[in-house]
């Protein structure tokens, strides 16, 4: 018997999602200093800031009315998966949705990493720039 789209969509969501980073089982854990928490704040209030007028923008921009509620909703928990599974009827869209799904968990998880290193080992971003 074969894994349904919604648990492939979870398991695929779950490999790297971000409740599971270390910085949030530290925080879980009592462990983080006043200080450490406070820097993962300012930097969640300017992702969600920035997230939010994204969200508002694609909302405006999608014709079917139960996929723009889902959007305005504060409390959508599984919400997201039905809708996902409503309109990914196809093997290729349901494919293309596992895919988006990975690389968004990926990019929140390296977000993590980001207030990970700096807040608890103040390490900065090590990457080279490219050559201007």
């Known amino acids: 018997m074969g894994t349904s789209f919604?648990?492939?969509?979870?398991?695929?969501?779950d490999k790297k999602h971000s409740?599971?980073?270390?910085?949030?089982?530290?925080?879980a854990q009592g462990k983080l200093t006043k200080e450490q928490t406070a820097f993962y704040c300012t930097q969640h209030y300017h992702y969600v800031v920035e997230f939010l007028n994204w969200l508002a923008f694609e909302a405006s921009q999608i014709p079917q009315r139960d996929v723009k509620?889902?959007?305005a909703d504060e409390i959508h928990g599984s919400k997201g998966f039905a809708i996902v599974e409503k309109y990914c009827g196809t093997p290729e869209l349901q494919a293309l949705a596992l895919k988006m799904v990975e690389e968004a968990a990926i990019r929140r998880w390296r977000y993590m990493n980001g207030i990970y290193w700096y807040a608890l080992h103040?390490?900065?971003?090590?990457?080279?720039?490219l050559p201007g």
């Open 122 to 129: 103040g390490r900065e971003d090590e990457t080279p720039a």
């Open 19 to 27: 409740k599971n980073h270390p910085f949030f089982e530290l925080w």
């Open 69 to 71: 509620t889902y959007l």
């Open 6 to 13: 919604h648990d492939r969509l979870a398991a695929t969501r």
